[in-house]
Structures are given as C-alpha cells and as structure tokens.
C-alpha cells in the first residue's frame, strides 16, 4: 500500500554566468546586487548593457547590500503554479524598493505569511529560505516596530 504522491521539490536557481555571485551570496545568507562599474548603479536582474548610463561592457560587481526596503505592492498567492509550492499555499509576494537606490527593487515571499499587517510603505527587511543544504533564496519579513 502506498501513500499519496509526494510533494515534488520547489524548482531551484539555474545560475548563469551573470547571476552566478547573486546565488553564491545567498547562499551564504548575504544579498549582493549587481553595480555597474562604469556608473556604479545598482542593476537587479543584471544585464549585458547597463540600464542606467548604457555602456555595453558594464563590468558588473556584486556589491553587498543591506537587504532594507519598502513594500511597493504584493499578491496573496492561492494557488501553486510551479510544483513544490503547493504545500506553503497561500503565501505573500512582495515587491520590496530596497533603500540603496529609487527603483532597485526584489520580488520575494514574506515569511510573515498572508496575515501579517501588511501595507504600501511598510518596512521589511531580507531573510533567506534554505531550499537545500547549498541553495537559499532571498525573501522578506516586516520590520518588528517600524512605522508603515
């Protein structure tokens, strides 16, 4: 006799060769963001011209960043679209400006989960869930006492 089919595992990051030293840092807990070199805006997600001062060889450097932000918008999601997700249903996405630069800005769940007191404007900071033992992603949870 057999039980219900397991839950599959959540897709993983398939890094590249310009996203590789953002999931190296999350793995290690840390939220480094691409920096152009050339005009030192930061870029998320990389790409092969910078979006800011348009030079084709930005040279990026993943800088450390604090992880600091501000909700600009989130989804309560009820439904999993990608297997491995089905079980934490529902869970909150949120569109987090991080406080380095107007328009950096992460997508990431809120650990906090869809009940959380959650508005335009409120304060989160990164947290990182540990997919496996190598791999964590980048995600958010409010900040304990600040103002919204």
């Known amino acids: 006799m057999t039980g219900p089919p397991a839950e599959p595992l959540r ?4 890094p590249d060769e310009l996203s590789a030293p953002y999931w190296d840092a999350a793995a290690r807990h840390r939220l ?4 152009c070199s050339r005009c030192g805006t930061f870029a ?6 910078c979006q800011a001062c348009g030079t084709s060889d930005p040279e990026f450097r ?5 992880g600091r932000g501000r909700v600009r918008s989130w989804t309560v999601m009820h439904q999993s679209f ?10 909150v996405l ?3 400006e991080l406080v380095e630069q107007a328009d950096l800005r992460l997508i990431g769940r809120l650990l906090d989960g869809p009940d959380a007191p959650l508005g335009l404007g409120s304060e989160v900071h990164v947290a990182f869930e540990d997919v ?6 980048p995600a958010f949870v409010l900040t304990a006492g600040a103002d919204s």
């Open 11 to 14: 897709p993983l990051p398939v």
């Open 32 to 35: 480094a963001v691409a920096r």
């Open 44 to 49: 998320h997600p990389p790409d092969v011209v």
């Open 62 to 66: 993943f800088t450390e960043v604090s």
């Open 82 to 91: 990608l297997p491995g997700f089905r079980a934490d249903l529902p869970y």
């Open 94 to 96: 949120v569109d987090v």
């Open 132 to 137: 496996t033992p190598e791999v964590s992603v």
